[in-house]
């Protein structure tokens, strides 16, 4: 709690969500990793030219996992974009526990990567002070990696089509409705941290397992060149290196299957008593858990939104969002301030909207049908053109005429009504009787 | 021990494969013909029986019921005998269970395209069929466990235990989905009602895909895929763990077909952890197929028959991943409606079951005529081509669905509805045509392979009766080798089966016995009342015609949908609606809240000829409603089973007051089309559809406004002249005005 008090003084943090815009969380990403590089950097420079000779005989081209790098760095890139984006502010977390549990845990984390780099350095030079051990040892390393085991002819590769939900981003014309269908804080933090404190969590656990498989083969490596220094042959035939594959199933050898088969025979089918591929049982395991947090949280402790909550939320946002834009908008215009366009392109956009939508009942050039007449002076439910906008904005339900404000936006019922307006004494052909009072 | 000679029966194993055969081709020409009517609405060529929703139901069902259905027992009764080193129980029952099925197949199409459908879907067949799959499933039953307790291997093969889970939760799902009240012969309503019916309905319905689609197919891809492969299984642990996982799991999956709709939240909870949970248990058969092929990859590459396996195992893991990733909620809510589950669906049919259908026959009618397959060329050829119809099926729609989604709940920055219902679809029309071209090929490599296996045939000789022998079972059965406790069962079919029934059943259970006993779950709305007669028929025309199956009636809790449609549906609303019409597609728009919205001519028009009032539909045309007579001499035996079932019209409202009723409300509705220049003659069909649909939505809104005047149907018979609310007022002074011209030019008077 120490940690806390200390954090309170620091009032300024508090305050600060941005800086010219940029969330404080991509900011500080961005120091953390650019004085990462500086530093490297600066070791590089100043390493002295002998260290660089060890390196260079290190036996790098068998240390597995160099694909990975682009990747992770790929990785980091993508998950560092939800950080960039200026979202709405969200209260500030620094003080909430869980922030600092994962600041520890990074904190944590990074000083395992920074132990392990330096067992990697240091194993990894140990062979390399062995360059006048006899041949044989760092130039003839087996070469039986790339070697396949005899049936393990590669795994059909696992496609699967969907996925989880795709969040649009922020910019997408489309995803406004959705962004607020899922809620907006993860566990008291906002989401940009949240995702931003889960990345380096994972990156940093990727590297260290990198790291430790390193290690693992370099010293591998090291035993070979310490047995072969000693004069020993080989006792046992190596035994090549098995894929990841096999080894997240734990597969057995197919040549060892005699030992599994349980005698079982079903008109010449057999079984094998082989056990269950752990990926698969702790996944099983995992989707479990994923039930009983699930239905604790929506249902027992209620933390997250059922569907008329979510409903609600969705709609409050959408007041929000809308009411913002409107203050913005010249689009502001209603029943009691409209006024009769004429320019042709505003016209056009109207007779557009009729020619497909409003013709159905009234024709195509206003002679009416099933609705009335809109051509003549005669109105039903008054001429001008507040009236006609407001006719065509609330309909008349009960005379069969529809509501049309949720399908058109004010400018565009604007744009209709005013071309409507412009289609007085045109005289089509077929033209209904005129209905209603007449106005001029 | 004596050694018995027997004989295995390959005759019957023939003739359901024959049965597949042809089934297969009818089966996807249904689906092709539906398919290609959705671009081209002349398909649907102006008569009842080839429209969309008639064809939708036929190939449903021809291809779960007849091709998967017929597939199954090939399968079976192939590897049943040889497991149990018994020949199957009866041949009669053999004989009698064939032809039954088929018997049941032919009637099911006939009673499909001549509209007699329950409205449930992969339920349509009416209440007469029901009784007779049940009497078929039971000779299945009999015959499969006669053979079973007269084996000769001591213990039940993983394949077995599989068959009898499948025959015991099929039987149970369709008894308790199919208990429905008879009104004619080839008419009934379901004993449940709305929110109920939705969930008994798609408890059985995605169990109809478990236990029918999956659980016996997993069956055979246990024996046939070994026998083909020459491999022993990867893991009996994993065989066992999965099983019993699979089977309770998979139950309790129903509500993710209903997430976001009006079923209580705690069962659509339920459906999404289940589903969820139950990735693990289905790709455990995935994996135990795939890894029994390790060792054996490079016969992969030559032999057709394991190529068609493989696809079908790892399109089962596709499918069984998506799954569950559609479960999801938010997931859900973009994908429930769309074609998206269309795609889902058809990866699971076409590369599954059908690619598994495929292997199995390629693999056993060589075998049974005693020879070698005609081209195995001709076999790798079928092969592309399926898959890349999959593809092309399954890839198009994934864009429709997800565009369609995402159009719907587009908005512009004023808070408008960006697009227009029919926008969204013509705008995924292209994708349409893709698909079809897609099944096209599946369906051309169908063809193939029944050209294949018929010059297989004929090269061939028939061995009818295959010599086997085994010793008899011991009276005490030995253990050898490692045991496990799993073993004890495994000699005992009858607890197996009884297990079995127990594991099923918990799902079902805790999900349905809540939703019905616990009131709170579907609250009260007092304004909602039951349907006047003339909306009863209107409400049977709607489903005879398969409306629901473009149409959905369920408004979710979306702002766009709130905004496109009206307020969201409660579960009150449908409590007297037997069967439920929520739908699970919109190809058209939900029609929910219609009632009220379009004028009675709009819909008079758009049933007539849909583009008139909405250019660019790929809706048919359903003229024939505006001929055929309103059969009201049905009314009085729909009233008195809806009041069996508990709604609550009058005492004696069927016989005096009901078709009293209906005669004017049918009256005021043609009056007020006349307002609009309509001239229909009296009692035709449109009118009650018109009266359904005008109906629909109209007591939640009621329950909203105050307004006393005429909101909808009084009934009991008390005298008031029966007005809808909407448009039904005299308009002042109508004048001539050309009417509604049919096909034929002619003014549409009725007649």
New interface residues.
Partial sequence: MIITKLLEHMKFIHYIEKISGVSIYGLSSLLIFGSFFLVMLIWAIRADKGMMEELRQLPLDKIKGSGKIPIILIGLLLMSSGAFAAGPPAPSSIDNTFVILSLVIIVILAMAIGLLANVLLGASQIPVSKKEAPAGTLGDQPADDKEKVP??????E????????VTASPRS??S???LF??ATTINGVSDTAFYFISGVIILEVLILLTLLYNVRLVLSIHKKAKAAAEGETATAPAKPPVSWWARA?K?KP?AE?ADL????D????????????PW??Y??YG??L??CV??WR??VSHTAP???E??AI??QQ?DIA?AE??KE?A?LVDETTVKQLTATDELAAGEKIFE?TCF??HGKSGE???GPNLTDDYWLHGGSIQDVFKTIKYGW????M?SWK?????LQIAQIASYVKSLQGTHPA?A??P?GTLYK | MQIEKFYYDNRTVKWFGYAVMFWSIIGMLAGLWAAISMYYPAMNLGIPATTFGRMRPVHTNAVIFAFVGNGIFMGVYYSLQRLCKARMFSDTLSKIHFWGWQLIIVAGAITLWAGKTTGKEYAELEWPLDIAIAVIWIVFGINMFGTIIKRRESHLYVAIWFYIATWVTVAMLHIVNSIELPVSMWKSYPVYAGVQDALVQWWYGHNAVAFFLTTPYLGLMYYFLPKAADRPIYSYRLSIIHFWALIFIYIWAGPHHLLYTALPDWAQSLGVVFSVMLIAPSWGGMLNGLFTLRGAWDKVKEEPVLKFLVVAITCYGMATFEGPMLSLKNVNAISHFTDWTIAHVHIGALGWNGFLTFGVLYWLVPRMWNTSLYSKKLAGTHFWIGTLGIVLYAVPLYWAGFTQSMMWKSFTPEGQLRFQFLETVTHIIPMYVTRSIGGALYLTGALLMVYNLFKTIRKGSFVANEAAEAAPLPEKIAAHGRTYWHRWIERRPMQMLVFSLIVVAIGGMIELIPTFLVRSNIPTITSVKPYTPLELHGRDIYIREGCYLCHSQMVRPFRDEVARYGEYSKAGEFVYDHPFQWGSKRTGPDLARVGGKYPDSWHYNHMMDPSSMSPGSIMPSYIWLFDHELDTSRTESMIHAMRKLGVPYPDGYAIEQANKDLAAQEKSIRSSLQADKVRTGSNKEIVALIAYLQRLGKDLKASETTSPQGNHKTLAGDGVNSSQLGPGQQKSAPKEQTAMKDADGRDVMGN
């Fill in positions: 049936g393990e002819n590669g795994m059909p696992k496609t699967y089509a969907g996925g989880m939900a014309p489309w406004r409705s959705y269908l899922a199933n597969f197919i299957e088969d349980l005698g079982h079903y008109d010449g089918i057999r079984e094998l008593d082989n056990r269950l591929p698969w049982l996944g099983f989707t479990i994923f039930a699930y239905l929506y249902h059922l569907s008329r979510e409903y969705s709609v959408a809308k834009y409107l908008a689009s497909t159905a009942c009416g049908g099933v339900p009960d005379k069969g529809k949720d399908d058109f936006s004010p077929n209904k009787a209905q």
